[in-house]
């Protein structure tokens, strides 16, 4: 657990936030038709690198991994849930791809993802995006003082269940 100790270490983090979800967003405009999963992963790295931070899941092992965790980025394809590793696979029209990344940033730590359709997604496809965003916006809508984690699950299940 990291605790702020002043205004300086939230403007640290707030930093690494916003280059991190620039990145972000820019690997995820790369995950188009024809492109392998592995190119979006030294994307990643290397505008991490040059923004001066440095991969945060890139050989991170905890002690019951037998092997470390091989990339900086996760990226999740259609049926995989969280955390599959880039490989030679190639998106494919329809795909409905999940890119997670996390940097430490002036000794913070950032991690944020994003679900996008790569070309033209189904109906099924842009239902399931748009579920997931707003269950997320419902979860954070959930948090404030006061309230239990519990809150914040039954608004993301709540959300999701009344949308199928």
């Known amino acids: 657990m990291t605790i702020l100790k002043d205004i300086e270490d939230i403007n640290k983090l707030k930093e690494g ?47 019951d991994d037998k092997v470390p965790y091989p990339a900086s980025l996760c990226v999740s394809i259609n049926e995989e849930v969280v955390h599959g590793f880039p490989s030679e696979r190639i998106l494919k029209e329809g795909d409905v791809v999940s890119l997670d990344l996390g940097m430490e940033y002036k000794g913070f730590y950032t991690d944020m ?18 579920t997931a965003q707003e269950a997320l916006n419902k979860g954070i809508s959930a948090v404030k003082s006061e309230a239990f984690v519990g809150d914040i699950g039954q608004a993301v299940q709540s959300c999701a269940e009344g949308n199928g």
Do not use: C, H, W
Request: charge should be positive; glycine fraction near 8%.
């Open 113 to 130: 993802a994003v679900t996008a359709p790569v070309g033209q997604a189904s109906e099924q496809a842009k239902k399931l995006i748009a």
């Open 17 to 63: 936030g916003k280059i991190l979800a620039s990145i972000l967003r820019e690997v995820a405009q790369k995950a188009v038709v024809g492109t392998k999963t592995t190119e979006l992963d030294i994307l990643a790295e290397k505008m991490i690198r040059e923004a001066g931070g440095r991969p945060s899941f890139k050989n991170y092992k905890t002690p």
